[in-house]
């Protein structure tokens, strides 16, 4: 089976190769290692993370990576903002102290007293 066509998103891209799949009686199984093995170069390593080979449900499985690659596809800034957002959120500034100068809001390593 083929990579994927650059203007086909990521849905139409899975709904294409279940038909391919269906016309040409393969098994479910082709279907979800299409999805993960011919995916783009910045891709592919996420996608093979996200596979779980012990699953079951080719199907399924394969829908919810291409619905994984076409949010990261289209929302990749969107994304990195929720990241750098939740990181900045879980550092507390005011609750962590000085055990040099016994100050709020910064650590001894940063401390310039």
């Given at each position: 089976?083929?990579?994927?066509?650059?203007?086909?998103?990521?849905?139409?891209?899975?709904?294409?190769?279940?038909?391919?799949?269906?016309?040409?009686?393969?098994?479910?199984?082709?279907?979800?290692?299409?999805?993960?093995?011919?995916?783009?170069?910045?891709?592919?390593?996420?996608?093979?993370?996200?596979?779980?080979?012990?699953?079951?449900?080719?199907?399924?499985?394969?829908?919810?990576?291409?619905?994984?690659?076409?949010?990261?596809?289209?929302?990749?800034s969107?994304?990195?903002?929720?990241?750098?957002?939740?990181?900045?959120?879980?550092?507390?500034?005011?609750?962590?102290?000085?055990?040099r100068c016994?100050?709020?809001?910064?650590?001894?390593?940063?401390?310039?007293?």
């Amino acid at each position: 089976m083929a990579k994927k066509y650059a203007r086909r998103t990521w849905a139409e891209h899975f709904l294409y190769m279940v038909a391919v799949s269906e016309a040409r009686g393969g098994a479910d199984s082709l279907v979800l290692d299409n999805i993960v093995h011919h995916a783009s170069p910045e891709l592919v390593n996420v996608m093979r993370f996200k596979y779980e080979p012990t699953r079951l449900d080719y199907l399924r499985h394969a829908e919810e990576l291409a619905h994984f690659a076409q949010s990261i596809e289209h929302g990749s800034s969107v994304v990195g903002r929720e990241v750098v957002a939740a990181h900045v959120e879980g550092k507390p500034k005011g609750s962590i102290t000085c055990y040099r100068c016994g100050r709020p809001g910064h650590i001894a390593d940063d401390c310039r007293a």
